[in-house]
């Protein structure tokens, strides 16, 4: 790093970018406000209308006026009918909401591509209504710049003028924080919910048009990881709820960013910064959010999700349950001899898959705390895999793994201890990319000062290969092998959680998640409990990360391996297998991972399993696969009890101690 | 707007739990003989209704769904002329029909409300004229865009056949009568796909041009105007005139008016309808069954058989000549099991269902094409009285002022949960395989889903005798409050009559009846978990009951949303759950008054009312909320809710954490407001104090009125209050 300068330019262009970033986390903040909703779907409702506005201008030949009238009047329609779908969803736990979001966004990225709306040319630019420029020093300030810089502080103020002055404003902010009330005053929670998801929509349609002409394609992910980090810290500063604030965070996050490339060249540098700037921000502003968050926001973001802990005395469907489990076991054990080998590399694939899951079920399910980058600790795991290789036995390169992904995840999760879920969600998003493009993508750093050079990224970033361990002798080179040690490790993982579910671990963490105060009265450390869940999550994802380095043999930081939106994709298994429930991790990773390689590259079932399918599940059973499991083992526990129920009224006569469930009705 | 999701449902336990128990319907069901159309021996021949009744409406309503029948049947003919003309792709051709299949579902249901408020006739034949407008346009649209637009507002037409026809049907008929009238009306369905379709290929045959082809819908202009013309029946009138004389009672008293109808509460009270709610999950599964089979068959003929296409359209011909099979079995049988048992059509569909599931399935495994044909038209045959006998179900066990709505809610489950779902897994599933194979295997998958939904169909069926009960007890509730407005008296400001209401499945109210006067102030007294609050959510429109009846100063609001009940002049406040503490006090007044914020010179009055009354609130305007202590609190609650002047004012638990001072100066306000004449319902666990301010009070205990009378007279009552205030009742609890 050399001398720092800031250049005109540079700081227009920040502004610029800072302009964009300040109306997303206005369209954040309006949402969150209202509904407690983050809101994955925010930037894509734009899109619709910037893709939209190209088609009317090019193809059709509109009025550039008209057309925009049109693209904007698409994006507040389809927001509102998005809130429309999403609103039986408003009761339940935040994280399904948000991952209900995730799927939103699939679905309006199909929306964008439809033939009514995509242009017939899709790399067209977005129009701009004149053609005013200005020289600044040798740069040149576009058009679009200069539409951008006048367009976005008026919408803002508007906006915020909305909020604070009309009966609609006061209506979001009364529901905001007792509907109930609300409703017995006659304001219209509904609608006043549909109204602010048009706004938002509207917000993301200035957001996209003014950025579009930025993208060389105007059919994009509007959302994208390291977009939505700033947004978010951006709308954190704001504290969820202050527009002002946000917006002008976004404007600073922007100028920031500028002069971060400009000064300095390296991106895995700009990463570190960046990293090490998101958690200090957050660290200061802990106090002032903490005040700033209502009262009501902790236990809505978290509220629900209390099936964790759920035993019955009832020993027929104790069994039942066994059984069942011991049957998948055996089949799962079997599987492996009638597989193909691309379908063992897939089984040992889901069984990884559903470890991670698993340790972001005891954080999200069971803590309450939701993190949106656990593939980052992922790589952690992997890393130490590719460093100690094979020059230690598996199992211990493993709880090495596990040990120093734990430590990692305790020193992200430190600012979310004092905070409510959606602080380590931001962490865990920077920390995710900070490790994807930062860590991964160095091979080795030069520590200033000390002079020390440290090699922990991958050695290639680009293609590095990682040799396979044997196990106790016993080689894992074929994939078959393999496959009945990913099993084994997904059976271990499943072993450990449930003990540490039935000996108290998860009830403490759903203590703390859901009454600190109470938690701590009855003698909880809320402090050690809360690190406990993030050192346990860490640990399993950490020895799940060498196994995934051991399981893929080939690791790069390009591809879509490490990228946070795999994190999404984990926290959406976890959704619709059952928030908290570890069958649900499993089963959510089958139907993640495993139905959309089983269907091969089909378009449809890649439809159905994101977007579309994701907001379906969450909608009509929200309980995840988990729930449909459980009403299963009901149904057959009743179907076995009734023909034991017979075969002893039979052997017997008359059975003394009829059942809670006879089937009198039978035989009527 | 909605104000409420209409996809709301999630798979229901009890369904589950039911299955698997199979114990009987529990509640108590009415006589059949009370049930409208039913009766003993044969039902009255269709000609003598015809000739009561009078044969227009079915012959204008048939005819009036025919031509958008035949419209939209010949836009699928002329798929092909349309792609030359608009240099269109076959993606471009299905988003067409979707748009088309889509916008017919978003006209439904603001029609079906509409149809429910005013005249069915008027958005019959309204409907039909905008259908005939816009799809004559469509003839001379100029490119692709004009044509999906036009399309997008002809559909209207086509959005009314099963919802707003239907509706009108059911009352313009006798119950009696109402299987085979739908039964008529729906054999607008095959001949416009027989006769309607040939038709129209004459017409574009002779013009060598298909836009002539589309000029058959300008035949809806006349037949719009004359709709107008026919008689609009009165909601529900069969029904309750069968009823009341089935139960002995005179038809001459003026029943009280039906309420206006907002989709939001129709919803939930047809969620309510517990047949209704197994009949749109078997409907979501069966429109997977509808699209899917015709979609995929398609391809089958052609992998299969290599049939061309207009070999194919013979074929399809032929299937859809078996509906004028199947359709007479509907009109000889439907009324007749209806008759006898109503719950037998349901289970009639659900057999309907499975056969055609069974013989569909087979007919794919058929060597010979005509082995094939005969198969599937016995299928198709098998399956077409299944709308009739569910129309039949749905017209018995909907409210009437609601039943367009729910044969609008029909329509929308089917198409959007069925069709969509069914084709992207169908075509999931086929691609995954490939091949014939992968066809086969998809459209065998029809045959499983088909028996379990006839099996939910059978499951349903056992509920219809309840929603009917249901139904005459709203006749009959009405009835009752008929024939007391007539003996004059002053009407209560709240009636609650035979509440139930349960959270999930767990019964919270078990049949509640109270009344209270205007002008009086009464007492809820009763431990925690009584039920108190409940019912009074209930009342302010929070919670819908499941079952009864809940009218405010004569106005039923049963499934009325707080939002509205608010405008009845009816507040309720609850003990420190009222204030925003995010916001300042101004604001938290300033929400108070919410409803009046058009009128700001009685909130500029309301406003200056409520800081009079409570001085110290005019001091700390700007502060929070949350920083005012718990009494200051509960000033700011009173002086919010009485912003609007309630008629009605209920509060839960005033003196909940308070100090005895405090309570005592919000109690004297409360004095004063019920002396202005507000009637006031005051939830209180102390008996003292009840008895202090309270001339009359109710006592209720898990879920249950266990007392309604003088509060001294409770008092004496040991019996009921010693189990729950162990004794201390009498010595002065407090």
Redesign the interface.
Same mark, same amino acid.
């Given at each position: 790093m050399l001398a720092f300068s800031a250049p005109d330019f540079v700081l227009v262009q920040g502004v610029f970018y800072g302009l964009g970033y300040g109306l997303l986390a206005l369209g954040l903040v309006l949402v969150y406000r209202t509904n407690r909703v983050l809101n994955f779907a925010q930037g894509q409702i734009g899109v619709i209308a910037a893709v939209f506005l190209v088609k009317l201008t090019a193809d059709f030949k509109f009025n550039y006026w008209f057309a925009l009238v049109l693209s904007v009047g698409l994006a507040a329609f389809v927001a509102a009918l998005s809130e429309l779908v999403l609103r039986r969803l408003f009761t339940r736990p935040r994280v399904l909401v948000m991952v209900a979001t995730i799927g939103l966004s699939y679905v309006l990225l199909a929306l964008a591509s439809l033939p009514f709306i995509r242009p017939s040319n899709t790399s067209r630019p977005v129009p701009v209504p004149f053609d005013l420029s200005f020289h600044l020093g040798p740069f040149i300030i576009t058009p679009t710049e200069v539409l951008t810089l006048i367009v976005a502080p008026i919408v803002t103020l508007a906006l915020v003028l909305a909020v604070r002055l009309t009966p609609w404003g006061l209506s979001m902010r009364a529901m905001s924080e007792n509907a109930d009330s609300a409703r017995l005053s006659g304001v219209w929670i509904r609608r006043t919910s549909t109204l602010t998801w048009t706004m938002a929509g509207v917000l993301s349609a200035f957001t996209a048009i003014l950025n579009a002409p930025n993208q060389t394609s105007a059919l994009t992910q509007a959302l994208s990881p390291d977009l939505l980090l700033y947004a978010l810290l951006a709308a954190l500063i704001g504290a969820m709820v202050n527009l002002t604030v946000a917006f002008v965070a976004g404007v600073g996050t922007g100028v920031f960013l500028e002069l971060l490339q400009w000064n300095v060249p390296s991106p895995a540098k700009q990463q570190l910064i960046i990293f090490i700037v998101v958690m200090g921000v957050l660290l200061i502003r802990v106090r002032a959010l903490r005040l700033g968050v209502r009262t009501g926001d902790k236990s809505t973001w978290q509220h629900g999700a209390a099936t964790t802990v759920r035993t019955t005395a009832d020993l027929l469907r104790r069994r039942v349950s066994a059984s069942g489990v011991w049957l998948v076991v055996v089949v799962a054990v079997l599987l492996p001899f009638v597989l193909s080998v691309g379908n063992d590399v897939l089984m040992s694939q889901i069984c990884i898959y559903a470890v991670v899951a698993l340790s972001l079920t005891m954080l999200t399910g069971w803590a309450g705390q939701v993190s949106l980058g656990q593939f980052g600790l992922v790589a952690v795991g992997a890393l130490v895999a590719v460093h100690l290789g094979t020059s230690l036995p598996l199992p211990l390169v493993m709880l090495y793994g596990g040990a120093v992904t734990a430590v990692v995840a305790i020193l992200i999760g430190l600012p979310a201890l004092r905070m409510p879920g959606l602080f380590l969600a931001v962490t865990t998003l920077a920390f995710a990319i900070f490790m994807q493009n930062a860590v991964l993508a160095t091979p080795c750093i030069t520590i200033p000062g000390i002079n020390r050079t440290l090699c922990t990224g991958l050695p290639n970033p680009a293609y590095t290969v990682v040799a396979r361990p044997s196990l106790f002798g016993i080689s894992l080179a074929s994939q078959r092998s393999f496959a009945w040690f990913a099993l084994g490790v997904l059976v271990l993982s499943v072993f450990m959680l449930r003990v540490w579910r039935d000996k108290g671990v998860a009830r403490r963490l759903v203590a703390v998640r859901d009454n600190e105060l109470g938690a701590a009265a009855m003698g909880i450390p809320v402090l050690r409990t809360k690190l406990l869940a993030f050192a346990l999550s860490g640990f399993v994802a950490g020895y799940a990360g060498v196994c995934f380095a051991f399981a893929t043999q080939q690791l790069n930081n390009t591809d879509l391996t490490f990228d946070p939106t795999t994190s999404f994709v984990i926290i959406s298994m976890v959704v619709i297998g059952g928030l908290g429930s570890i069958p649900g991790a499993i089963l959510g990773a089958l139907y993640l991972e495993g139905l959309p390689a089983f269907f091969g590259a089909n378009q449809t079932i890649q439809f159905i399993t994101s977007g579309l399918g994701l907001i379906a599940f969450i909608l009509y059973l929200p309980g995840g696969l988990a729930e449909l499991l459980r009403r299963l083992g009901d149904v057959v526990t009743v179907g076995v009890r009734s023909v034991l129920h017979r075969d002893a009224t039979d052997a017997a006569g008359p059975a003394v101690g009829t059942p809670a469930l006879a089937a009198d009705g039978a035989e009527q | 707007?909605? %104000? /409420?999701?209409?996809? @709301? !449902?999630? *798979?229901p @336990?009890d369904l589950?739990r039911e299955a *698997?128990?199979?114990?009987?319907d529990a509640d108590v069901v009415a006589d059949v003989a009370v049930m409208p159309g039913t009766g003993e021996g044969k039902p009255p021949p269709l000609l003598g209704i015809l000739k009561s009744s009078g044969s227009a409406p079915l012959v204008l309503m048939t005819a009036a769904a025919l031509v958008p029948g035949t419209f939209g049947n010949g836009i699928t003919l002329i798929g092909h002329n349309l792609q030359t003309s608009f240099h269109m %792709?076959n993606? +471009?051709l299905g988003?067409v029909a979707f748009?088309a299949q889509v916008s017919q579902l978003l006209w439904a249901v603001p029609l079906a409300v509409w149809a429910d408020r005013g005249s069915r006739k008027l958005v019959a034949g309204v409907s039909l004229l905008i259908f005939s407008g816009f799809g004559a346009l469509m003839a001379l649209s100029p490119n692709v865009?004009a044509f999906?637009f036009l399309y997008l507002a002809a559909s209207v037409g086509t959005g009314v056949n099963n919802t707003v026809h239907n509706s009108y049907l059911s009352d313009a008929y006798p119950t009696e009568g109402r299987g085979r009238i739908f039964s008529w009306h729906n054999l607008s369905d095959p001949l416009s796909q027989t006769v309607g379709i040939l038709i129209f290929g004459y017409v574009v045959t002779i013009a060598h041009d298909w836009r002539y082809g589309l000029l058959v819908a300008l035949a809806g202009i006349p037949l719009g105007f004359v709709l107008f013309t026919l008689r609009e029946p009165a909601k529900g009138a069969n029904e309750s005139s069968h009823i009341l004389k089935a139960s002995g009672m005179d038809l001459q008293t003026q029943q009280e008016k039906a309420p206006r109808v907002l989709l939001g509460s129709a919803v939930t009270r047809l969620l309510r309808v517990r047949s209704l709610y197994y009949e749109l999950v078997a409907v979501a599964i069966l429109g997977f069954a509808g699209t899917g089979a015709p979609l995929f068959g398609n391809l089958f003929f052609i992998d299969k058989f290599h049939l061309d296409t207009a070999s194919r359209s013979e074929v399809y011909a032929i299937i859809g000549l078996a509906a004028f099979l199947g359709l007479p079995l509907a009109y000889v049988f439907g009324d007749r099991y209806f008759r006898k048992a109503p719950q037998r059509p349901l289970v009639i569909a659900g057999i309907c269902i499975t056969a055609y599931g069974g013989l569909f399935v087979l007919s794919l495994y058929m060597p010979k094409l005509w082995m094939v044909v005969v198969l599937q038209f016995l299928a198709n045959a098998a399956v077409s009285p299944l709308a009739i006998c569910i129309f039949l179900t749905l017209a018995a066990t909907a409210p009437a002022e609601m039943r367009t709505i729910c044969f609008a809610m029909f329509g929308v489950y089917s198409l959007v949960f069925g069709g969509f779902?069914g084709s992207? *897994?169908l075509?999931?599933v086929s691609?995954?395989i490939g091949g014939l194979h992968g066809i086969i295997v998809a459209l065998t998958i029809i045959g499983p889903v088909c028996a379990v939904g006839g099996f939910l169909l059978f499951l349903g069926s056992r509920s219809v005798r309840r929603d009917i009960t249901l139904v005459i007890e709203d006749v009959l509730e009405r009835y009752a409050e008929g024939k007391r407005r007539e003996s004059g008296g002053a009407l209560p400001a709240l009636q609650v009559h035979n509440l139930d209401f349960y959270y999930g499945t767990n019964q919270v109210l078990f049949d509640v009846n109270l009344e209270v006067a205007e002008g009086e102030m009464v007492a809820l007294l009763g431990t925690n978990g009584a039920g108190k609050s409940t019912l009074l959510r209930t009342v +302010?429109?929070?919670e819908h009951p499941h079952r009864g009846v809940i009218r405010l100063f004569g106005a039923s609001c049963t499934y009325l /949303?707080? /939002?509205q009940i608010? @405008?009845l002049g009816v507040?309720?406040l609850?003990g420190g759950?009222?204030? !925003?503490?995010?916001?300042s006090v101004r604001?938290n007044l $300033?929400?108070?008054g919410?409803?009046l $914020?058009r009128d700001r010179a009685r909130t500029a009055r309301a406003f200056d009312e409520a800081l009079e009354v409570f001085p110290e609130l005019a001091a700390r305007l700007d502060q929070p909320a949350?920083t005012l202590s718990g009494g200051e609190q509960q000033m700011l609650a009173l002086s $919010?809710?009485m912003m609007?002047s309630p008629r009605l004012l209920m509060i839960d638990e005033l003196a909940l954490g308070l100090a005895p001072m405090t309570v005592e100066r919000l109690m004297g306000m409360v004095r004063r407001i019920n002396d202005s004449g507000t009637t006031v319902i005051l939830v209180e666990q102390s008996l003292n104090r009840a008895l202090s301010l309270a001339d009359r009070c109710f006592f209720m205990e898990r879920g249950e009125i266990r007392f309604d009378g003088p509060t001294s007279e409770l008092m004496a009552r040991d019996d009921l209050l010693r189990p729950v205030f162990l004794g201390t009742a009498s010595t002065g609890l407090d």
């Open positions: - | 707007m909605p %104000s /409420e999701p209409l996809f @709301d !449902f999630a *798979v @336990d589950l *698997v128990t199979q114990v009987k %792709s993606a +471009s988003a748009i865009w999906a779902a992207v *897994v075509g999931a691609d995954a +302010s429109g929070l /949303e707080p /939002e608010i @405008d507040a309720l609850v759950k009222m204030t !925003f503490p995010g916001l604001d $300033r929400i108070g919410h409803t $914020r949350g $919010r809710v609007t």
